[in-house]
């Protein structure tokens, strides 16, 4: 390894899942090579994943929406966290732009992986498409979880766009037998169909709750949703006003005992790139019902059952033909647990081939 590719500094902002554990697998790996890495981003991301048991850990202030004074903040912090460096690997639209701000005047390389696309609309629509205009402008090297997100990076000038590799973490075996799942969520036959989400807008959940009113024919099923955020209390309200057969389940650790106990995996949402929790469905063999966006389709090729996002007729139709058909299901489940599926060695090679590439990186 050349040793102008030795130190890297990876960024990321406010994080509660996919993003952040990603980031922690690439510090972990490139450490372990013997690469110098440097993780900068917000304390709470540190408190989450323990990116300091890894790295070295940087704190930057960066916010979950555009705040010009802490944003300020964050780019002349970037500009000393970042000062030697020769790889700058940010994560995240905001990540990327501040990133690419703090390396004005610099020979640095700057690769960005856009994990999620733009959903906001009016004001805070327009400054994202500003982001996304630096990001275009500045970074040598553009990874994108999904195809249209690749798209929309040319439309805007990216220079060097290419697919990104976010492999879920293996899942923990179950901790607890079906029955014992069953018992707290469904007791009997009752099918349970899962969704693991953030309760927020880009999921989609309020279409999930129009599917599940039905009707449906023999049994309803019992949709259970593993989550927090923002939108629990509004979703919460109509599940009781509507007496919808939904449960919020908050956050859980075990989805490996969840995913086991589920007749299917519902994805109602608006737009995913690599969702991690329809990566762990896959290896565990469970049926799929989800949207056609982003990068869900390349993902499951023949393994789910794909809606148009928004369309919860469509969504109720597909999850009564899965209930009523259990050939369809076993189908599905023996084409998910075939899928391919990258894994950490496939994620770090291709970050190792993509810094090598960028000028005066070296491998």
């Known amino acids: 390894m050349a040793e102008a590719a030795r ?16 980031v922690r697998m690439l510090a972990g790996g490139l450490a372990r090579e013997g690469r110098q890495v440097v993780v900068a981003g917000p ?6 994943f323990g990116f300091s048991e890894v790295a070295r850990f940087a704190e930057v202030p960066i916010s979950d929406r555009p705040r010009p004074l802490s944003d300020l903040s964050a780019v002349e912090r970037l500009r000393r966290v970042t000062s030697g460096a020769q790889v700058v690997h940010a994560h995240g639209l905001r990540a990327g732009a501040l990133a ?15 994990h999620n696309a733009l959903t906001a609309t009016g004001a805070i629509g327009a400054i994202y498409g500003l982001l996304e205009r630096i990001v275009a402008k500045k970074a040598d090297q553009v990874l994108v979880v999904a195809p249209d997100l690749g798209e929309r990076m040319r439309a805007r000038g990216a220079r060097c766009v290419a697919d990104a590799v976010v492999p879920a973490p293996p899942l923990d075996p179950p901790g607890r037998t079906v029955a014992e799942v069953r018992a707290e969520l469904a007791p009997g036959d009752r099918p349970i169909l899962l969704t693991i989400a953030r309760l927020a807008q880009q999921k989609g959940l309020e279409t999930l709750l ?5 009707p449906y024919a023999g049994v309803v099923p ?13 979703l919460q309200a109509r599940i009781d006003a509507e007496g919808l057969p939904v449960r919020l389940l908050g956050d859980r650790a075990d989805v490996a005992d969840l995913l086991q106990a589920a007749g299917a995996l519902v994805v109602p949402s608006r737009w995913e790139g ?14 799929i ?16 059952l794909l809606v148009p996002p928004g369309d919860a007729a469509a ?3 597909e999850i009564a033909r899965l209930l009523a058909d259990p050939g369809l299901a076993e189908r599905l489940s023996a084409a998910a647990g075939a899928r391919p599926l990258p894994d950490e060695e496939a994620a770090l090679r291709a970050v190792r081939e993509v810094y090598g590439a960028l000028p005066g990186a070296g491998r």
């Open 7 to 22: 130190r890297v500094v990876l960024v990321l902002g406010t994080s509660a899942g996919g993003v952040g554990r990603h």
């Open 43 to 48: 304390a709470s991301t540190d408190e989450a």
């Open 100 to 114: 690419a701000l703090a390396l004005a005047g610099r020979r640095t390389g700057l690769v960005v992986t856009l």
């Open 210 to 214: 129009d599917a599940a009113r039905g």
């Open 222 to 234: 019992l949709f259970a949703v593993a989550g927090e955020g923002p939108l629990r209390g509004a």
């Open 274 to 287: 690599q969702p991690l929790n329809v990566q762990e469905a896959l290896r565990a063999g469970v049926p």
């Open 289 to 304: 019902i989800a949207t056609a966006v982003g990068g869900i389709p390349g993902m499951v090729g023949d393994a789910a």
């Open 315 to 317: 969504l109720r139709r």
